[in-house]
């Protein structure tokens, strides 16, 4: 198990380019796998989540070669797929289980999906449920993993209300319903981030999205296609919250994904008063990306508004870090979703932020945080092995006199494994031990 040591640094200067999107990576070996034909993908994210996925497809009989972070994929057609000889290790990915399940249920073969500790506690019954509606038969432990997904059964559609905003069970579903007879819809309560779409029309497969309703007919066929993934806005996140409390910075991140269902952090970040200018907009891949300058800022408290929630989930981390350098308070609810990513992020990040002297109060769904000043020295943080939180309390150390020490973090390899190189090139100062 690795930590994270992060001294105090002030000044950041400099242009970097975050890795590829990690939804987007996961979604292009999926797709690029059941389509006709070859797809090259370039800018894939070379961490292990999505890496978890490109193995899972190769354990299935798909040809994929890979040279650093370009792909390429020799797709199998629809109802290619092979049973792997082996259960299908995910690791800590959450969106492999999830997305890969409704893919699954359709085929003719039975297989097991597992992962890690982490993955092994989170909920997969928001899935299996929908999916068992369409006739999929899967096993799990009280709706956990490991799955065993029964193959052999003809899916039929399905008109499904989303309980929860969540875009890996509104991906599961339509991933399914390729396969299933008759027209599959997904209603969305609140906005959630819209790659399968995108790549499913990419690939030539019609989708029809009309006020939060999104529809597919089963039993076509995708076609190849090139994909270029963008920078991802997740990873890119830690460097806003760095530019913006940072004494003296001044930093662009290039080429970053600015899709309108992941720019909540974004919009967060200026409500609070954060220095943030886009430019150089432009289209790239079917995605819209830009160019993110982000200078010091005096950040404010403010109320999360809750139509930003599902469009900052994995963001919350690195906001709250934010929070607690603003004036005033920062409140965040209607986000109880946090508490089954890869970790309780509202409570691990209550514990770090008390490690560190900050004022805050755990709500259920949220939590109210008092700006001030990362005090105490010795402090040691635990990531409860969640790439994100680890990631979060590393650029704190831009506000703290005193080293802040982060153990557990193995797994930012999950989604961001140049973070550290990154980060120090523009001036923090992180070091990894062993
Ligand atoms: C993801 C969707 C989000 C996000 C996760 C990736 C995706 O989860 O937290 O990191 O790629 O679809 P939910 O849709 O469950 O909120």
Redo the contacts with the bound molecule.
């Keep these: 198990m690795s930590s994270f040591v992060a001294s105090h640094a002030q000044s950041l200067r400099g242009t970097i380019k975050v890795p590829g999107d ?2 987007i990576s ?1 979604r292009s070996i999926m797709l690029g796998s059941i389509a006709n034909g070859v797809t090259q993908i370039s800018g894939f994210l070379e961490g292990e989540d999505a890496l978890s996925t490109l193995k899972a497809f190769q354990d299935m009989g798909v040809k994929i070669e890979r040279k650093g972070s370009n792909v390429t994929i020799h797709g199998v057609g629809m109802h290619g797929l092979k049973a792997p000889s082996n259960p299908l290790d995910l690791g800590n990915s ?2 492999s289980m999830r997305l890969m399940s409704g893919l699954l249920s359709a085929q003719s073969f039975d297989c097991k999906l597992h992962g890690d500790e982490s993955l092994s506690k989170r909920p997969m019954d928001r899935v299996i449920d929908p999916l068992s509606s369409m006739g999929a038969k899967i096993d799990s432990q009280d709706g956990k993993p490991p799955l065993i997904i029964k193959g052999g059964h003809q899916l039929n559609a399905i008109d499904y209300a989303l309980p929860v ?5 509104k ?1 599961c579903l339509l991933l399914a319903g390729l396969y299933a007879e008759g027209t599959t819809s997904v209603t969305e309560g609140g906005i ?2 819209d ?1 399968t779409e995108r790549m499913l029309r990419g690939f030539g497969y019609d989708v029809e999205s009309t006020n939060g309703r999104i529809s597919l007919t089963g039993g076509g066929e995708l076609k190849a296609c090139d994909i270029e993934v963008p920078s991802d806005i997740s990873s890119a996140a830690f460097f806003m919250v760095a530019g913006c409390i940072a004494k003296d910075s001044d930093i662009t991140l290039e080429a970053v994904n600015i899709n309108p269902t992941r720019t909540g952090v974004i919009d967060i970040l200026k409500l609070m008063g954060g220095n943030i200018v886009l430019s150089n907009e432009r289209v790239s891949g079917g995605e819209l990306v830009a160019d993110i300058r982000v200078q010091s800022s005096n950040l404010k408290g403010i109320n999360i508004p809750k139509e930003s929630v599902p469009l900052a ?2 963001e919350f981390p690195s906001i709250f870090i934010a929070a607690s350098c603003a004036t005033g308070e920062t409140v965040l609810t209607g986000a109880r ?1 946090l508490r089954v ?1 890869e970790s309780d992020r509202i409570q691990v990040m209550a514990d770090g932020l008390d490690i560190l002297g900050i004022e805050n109060e755990v709500l259920e769904d949220g939590i109210r945080i008092r700006g001030g000043e990362f005090c105490k020295p010795n402090s040691v943080i635990q990531s409860h092995h969640d790439h994100r939180i680890s990631m979060s309390f590393a650029i704190a150390s831009l506000r703290c006199q005193h080293e802040i020490q982060i153990e557990g973090v193995d797994n930012v390899q999950t989604s961001f494994p140049n973070f550290i190189q990154l980060a120090n090139k523009i001036g923090l100062n992180i070091r990894e031990v062993f």
């Design positions: 990690k939804s996961h959450g969106t905003a969540s875009a890996q069970i991906s959630t981030r790659h989930i994995d979703e990513k």
